[in-house]
Structure formats: C-alpha cells, structure tokens
C-alpha cells in the first residue's frame, strides 16, 4: 500500500500545486498518506502501557498493533526518499528500510539473549514473503489474468541465492548432529562455523548487489522502464529529503521503543497464553512487520507487473537470508550472545521444503492462480504446525 490508495501513487487528499504547497502541513502530509495511520493511536498507549508496567498482555497486543502504522509510514517514507534520490540509491534505502521492522525487534531480542525469537523472526519474515506474499501474488493475479509470466532470468537468480541461504542453514545443522563431542562443544564448533558462513553470506550479498545495480542491471530494470517512463509525470514526490529523513528517523526510533517494549512482554505472554514464543516470532512478527510489502506486492500483482511482485517477496527473503541474519549473527558474536545459524531440525526441514516448492513453480515463469493457492496452502499447514510445536521441542538442542 505504502501510503497510496488502489495501488496508485494518489494521496488520501487531492495534492495542490507541488509538496512544497502551504495547504498542508509536514504533520498532515503524514498522517493523511495511508488509512491504516489511524493505528497511531496505539504508539503512545503502547508506549505508556511499557512505562508504567501495565499487565504484559497489554503492552504486547498495544505494541504489536503501534508497529503495524509504523511499519507502513517506513515504508512510505523510503519510497518518497526513493523518488528524490533515483532508482539505484532507492533501491539501496528500500532494500535497508524494508526490513528494518524484523530487524530491530531481532536486535532487540538478541541483546536481551532470545535467540529463539531472533531465529524464529527472521525464518518467519523469509516464509511469509515466499509463501505468503507470492501465493498470494500467484493468487489474487491469476484471478484476474488466465496466466501471467515474469522474468525467469531474474528469478531463476534469486531462487538460486536462496538455495544457498538454505544450505547455509542445513550444514550447520548436520555438523551438529554428527560430531561426536559433548553438547557444549559441539555448540561451540556451531559458533564458529555460522560465524564464518555469516562473513561468506555477506559477501554474497554484495555481489548481489554489484550484480542487481551495475553489472547486468538491464535484467532487472527492463520491466520497470517503461512503466516508469509513464509515470515520470505523476509520481512527485510529498516529501522533501529532508522532511523523509526526518521521518523515517523519527519512525525508526519509535519502532525502537515499542520493540523493546514487545519482546519484554513476550516471555508473560507466553506464559500466560499458552503461545509458544516461535508461533510469535515465526508467524505474528513477520506478518506484521511485512504488512505495506505485502499489499504492495498484491497490488503490482494485479496490475500484472509479475517481476515487480517477484521482486518485493523473493528478493526480501533473500534480504533477510543473505544481509540480516548473517548481520545478526556477527552482532551477537560482537556483543557476546550465541546467535548462530544452527536451526531446529524440524525449522531447517521447513525452511527447505519452502524454498523447494517456491522454486519448482516459479522455474517456468509463468504463474496462476492454483500455484498462488498452493503457496498459501503450504504457509498455513506451516503455520498451524508451529502453533501446536511447543517450545520444549527444541531442548536437545544448543544451550542457548
């Protein structure tokens, strides 16, 4: 949605001549660029119910639904940015910015030492954009069109990228189960194994980027072009540079705070609820912190731009695979906490079958609506299997 209504670059109300125009103020420009802002209300609840030590279930559910605005307000301040300072450069700011919901709470999480919601969060926020998001791309698209097709090239990169993120996660695994040490040990070889795959991850990753912006950039901008040739003319930006830095400044720190706030509460609520703290991180976290890509992918989708959809859902998976879980896991090796790349068995299991599937269908590209349901068919068993995997499950596991 990222701040516009029926997918078009309109505002809520009619602009006048330019954003510099005195009808409306800064504060307004904000507030008026998406209906899900009047979700704002629950950022100072969330906030006080924090503060002054409301119940935990409060403060969880206040501060869950604070992000869901903010998270959208990130998204449509990048995009304004984006306008101004040209498509490689907004790239970059969107691929930062896109995800910068998971990755607070994950850093968030990771400095008060819960791994398992850092590894449940950024395993979920990679399932919900290659299940959810594209099935429901798949899905809402070939409702509307018999078949669509997209650049194979382009997703052929991309999937090849996440089979070596899930690699990434499967050795360490094996290594694991297989080396004949005491516990603690073996989870120490784990350590040093995620921390130098992090590294080789990273590196990855920029060459990706190299790759995706300068190298063979004519892949990947060849559907966008004439696209953006006629809508030179409308897509002006609301925002300055500066009044775009500013909020997306002011957003990530309110983010910041209701994070803190959200991961504080999680260990009473899940007491309390029965939850278990993966189905929080795997499948509530990412679906909120994902909701503006989400729609803007549906969105595209339905206006049968296929390689803008795939953009937005595989390539912010391979964000999270390549950029943010490594990034995470030499964090916590900076600051002492043992993040590693070592996932459950029955996590690692899924995460393949995943990718699996999501590359089989979109080998071919060309997409409809049946492949679209069978994405979300899968994403929901998944979602319903973590809701009844309890915590306990992953005891035999690494001490963390």
């Known amino acids: 949605m990222n701040g516009y209504t029926n997918g078009e670059r309109e505002p809520l109300l009619p602009r006048s001549n330019g954003y510099n125009s005195h009808s409306y103020s800064f504060i307004h420009r904000i507030l008026l660029s998406n209906y899900v802002n009047i979700l704002l209300v629950f950022v100072p609840l969330g906030v006080l119910s924090g503060f002054l030590g409301w119940s935990p279930t409060a403060t969880f559910i206040l501060n869950f639904l604070a992000i869901i605005p903010l998270a959208s307000l990130l998204s449509f301040a990048t995009e304004e940015l984006a306008l101004v300072v040209g498509e490689t450069l907004g790239g970059l700011l969107n691929a930062t910015f896109g995800n910068a919901v998971e990755l607070i709470v994950s850093v968030v999480a990771l400095t008060k030492g819960e791994i398992r919601i850092v590894q449940a969060s950024m395993l979920g926020s990679i399932l919900s954009n290659i299940l959810l998001v594209l099935g429901m791309c798949f899905l ?93 003319t409308e897509d002006d930006p609301v925002l300055t540079v500066i009044e775009s830095g500013v909020v997306l400044v002011a957003v990530t720190l309110a983010v910041a705070v209701c994070a803190e706030y959200l991961v504080g509460s999680i260990d009473s609520v899940v007491g309390s609820s029965g939850i278990s703290k993966t ?37 912010s998976s391979m964000q999270i695979a390549l950029l943010v879980t490594p990034a995470l896991v030499i964090l916590g090796w900076i600051i002492g906490q043992p993040m590693s790349l070592y996932f459950q068995t029955f996590e690692t299991v899924v995460f393949f079958m995943s990718v699996l599937i999501t590359n089989y269908l979109i080998q071919d590209g060309k997409s409809n609506y049946l492949e679209g349901a069978m994405l979300l068919g899968i994403y929901t068993i998944i979602g319903i299997s973590f809701y009844v995997y309890p915590d306990s499950a992953g005891n035999s596991g690494p001490p963390y």
């Open 279 to 315: 189905f929080i991180g795997l499948i509530l976290i990412p679906i909120v912190g994902n909701a503006a890509e989400h729609v803007t992918a549906v969105v595209v989708a339905m206006k049968n731009k296929m390689d803008l959809a795939i953009g937005v859902a595989i390539g």
């Open 140 to 232: 809402f698209g070939g409702m509307k069109y018999k078949e669509q097709t997209f650049n194979t090239t382009v997703a052929s990169t991309m999937s090849s990228l996440m089979a070596v993120a899930t690699a990434s996660l499967i050795i360490p695994a094996a290594f694991y189960s297989t080396v004949d040490v005491s516990k603690e040990e073996g989870f120490s070889l784990v350590l040093n194994l995620s921390r130098g795959t992090s590294v080789v991850l990273l590196i990855l990753y920029i060459l990706y980027l190299v790759f995706q912006l300068r190298t063979h950039s004519d892949f990947f901008d060849a559907e966008l072009s004439g696209d953006q040739n006629n809508q030179d």
